[in-house]
């Protein structure tokens, strides 16, 4: 799973046009998470997140999910990194049927995740939880719209979504610990996209709209 951005205001300017283009060379190349990219991203003070963050953020979603009437019994968890989440529903909701993918080599050998391009691959089967993670944004366009219909055929539940846009780049992430080699779109580009398959409910929640799950006027948004 390549990292989360931490949501810090960036305490210097974006870079300029050239280095920005420079620094996104290749993002969607999968032998660029490779152990030196872990190192930097997942290990010492310096890391994106921590275990007990996305402790907290598996426990809301699983918790949001059955509020909203979803019964988590499958889980598919696209671009899985480190297996953090593996490591929270083992403990936390055990008798999940767990599958776990990534399109790094690296990540896939030494955590035990399936290798799979989630712009060129689609499972038979459909889960309750779909995770997707720090991952459409380093796909280019075409590739990235492929990623979310292969999303969108494998929920029938919720879909738990992190991307980070170019209004995010501007405003929230801290440009000194992500990795900006991404493909800068708006959060428009994905909605519309998004939104053939999924209704947003919030705080990265996506309701698969063949679940049919029933919502206040408030609670999701409408169009």
Not at 8 to 14: G, H, K, L, S, V
Not at 125 to 132: G, H, I, Q
């Amino acid at each position: 799973m390549p990292p989360r951005a931490p949501r810090r205001r960036p305490a210097r300017p974006a870079p300029p046009p050239a280095a920005a283009s420079a620094r996104r060379a290749s993002p969607d190349a999968p032998g660029r998470f490779d152990a030196a990219y872990y190192r930097r991203h997942y290990r010492g003070k310096d890391r994106v997140h921590s275990a007990a963050e996305i402790a907290r953020l598996a426990s809301g979603v699983c918790g949001l999910a059955g509020w909203l009437g979803v019964d988590v019994r499958s889980v598919l968890d696209v671009g899985a990194g480190t297996g953090l989440w593996r490591a929270w529903l083992r403990r936390h909701r055990p008798a999940v049927a767990y599958r776990s993918v990534d399109v790094s080599p690296y990540a896939c050998a030494r955590y035990g995740h399936e290798q799979r391009d989630i712009s060129r691959w689609r499972a038979r089967e459909r889960f309750d939880l779909v995770v997707c993670h720090g991952v459409l944004h380093y796909l280019d366009d075409r590739a990235a719209a492929r990623a979310i219909d292969n999303l969108g055929a494998m929920c029938r539940g919720l879909l738990y979504l992190e991307v980070i846009t170019r209004g995010d780049l501007e405003t929230v992430v801290d440009l000194e610990r992500t990795d900006t080699a991404m493909h800068r779109r708006t959060g428009a580009w994905y909605r519309r996209r998004l939104a053939r398959h999924f209704v947003q409910v919030g705080a990265g929640l996506w309701a698969a709209r063949r679940a049919g799950l029933p919502f206040y006027e408030l609670e999701a948004a409408r169009g």
